[in-house]
């Protein structure tokens, strides 16, 4: 399996930062992880959500080519762990064709981005920050792994 | 409102232990809110699980009385932030009767404390570490406390 992991923009806040390499590093004993920050619009006011979208998009776009992609979204599909890691070991990946995850930034990702998405996944009917919810992204992905190789994790 | 967290054992990861005193900082800037972490069972082997469960139950019970309790629960109902928020402002609380959440270890909630639960609440059809979902919780109240106050929230 190969896995990457894009969101816009670096993760500001230290502690979320820590646990983010903490869960990457785990992932990677397993499977080949990686994490791309791709670029944000800067300086352009929060009232142009739609051009800030625009520009993340267009960086978004130019990491993932014909990947499986799996967005993050408070609309797309609720499963349990153990479906989520049925549902990750079902996935063909290879070599040239990673699963990549994306997470919206603040404003969320744009429209062509959630069409172009091979499937929409969401963590919680709740809405947690865009950061907060990396690492629980990061948890799941590690805790899928275990339960596809079937070994115990700490709950 | 007045609000109770109570959860067994303290948070062992310091990053999730920061982020912890991050969140509880910035609701107590809203509405009085204490956390306590009750006893564990210590130098009990896990195979011993309903043991380890009531003596954690026997403790967390010492500290809620007639209080208003939500018990996190996997098979507990799942809303969404703002539905969160709208049930919470809904519970009449007083400074003699707390709205009281309960996170339960790493084995979860004995039998008894569920029952006695006036609410069953979960923030995720996934699992999360017993760790993890107690920033989960943190940040939820927040948010809900910041919709409640019709402040507005960053993503």
């Keep these: 399996m190969r ?4 969101w816009p923009g670096k993760t500001h806040n230290r502690d979320i930062e ?5 869960y990457l590093e785990r992932i990677n004993q397993m499977e080949k992880c ?5 670029k944000t619009a800067k300086g352009i006011s929060e ?3 739609q051009r800030i979208m625009d520009i993340e998009a267009a960086d978004l776009e130019k990491h993932f080519k014909n990947d499986y992609i799996i967005c993050l979204f408070d609309e797309g599909k609720e499963m349990n762990s153990f479906e989520f890691a049925r549902f990750l070991k079902s996935i063909p990946s290879s070599s ?5 995850f994306i997470v919206g930034g603040f404003l969320g990702l744009e429209e062509r ?6 499937a929409l996944l969401s963590l919680s009917q709740m809405t947690f920050s865009h950061e907060l919810i990396r690492i629980m992204l990061l948890e799941q992905i590690y805790r899928s792994l275990m339960i596809i190789q ?5 709950k």
Tied chains: 1, 2.
């Excluded at 981005?113 to 091979?118: E, H, S």
């Design 3 to 6: 896995i990457r992991i894009l």
């Design 18 to 22: 820590n646990l983010q390499q903490f």
């Design 34 to 38: 990686e994490l791309i920050q791709t």
């Design 47 to 49: 009232k142009f959500a």
């Design 96 to 100: 040239a064709r990673a699963i990549t």
């Design 113 to 118: 981005i959630l069409k172009r998405a091979d």
């Design 150 to 154: 079937g070994r115990q994790y700490v």
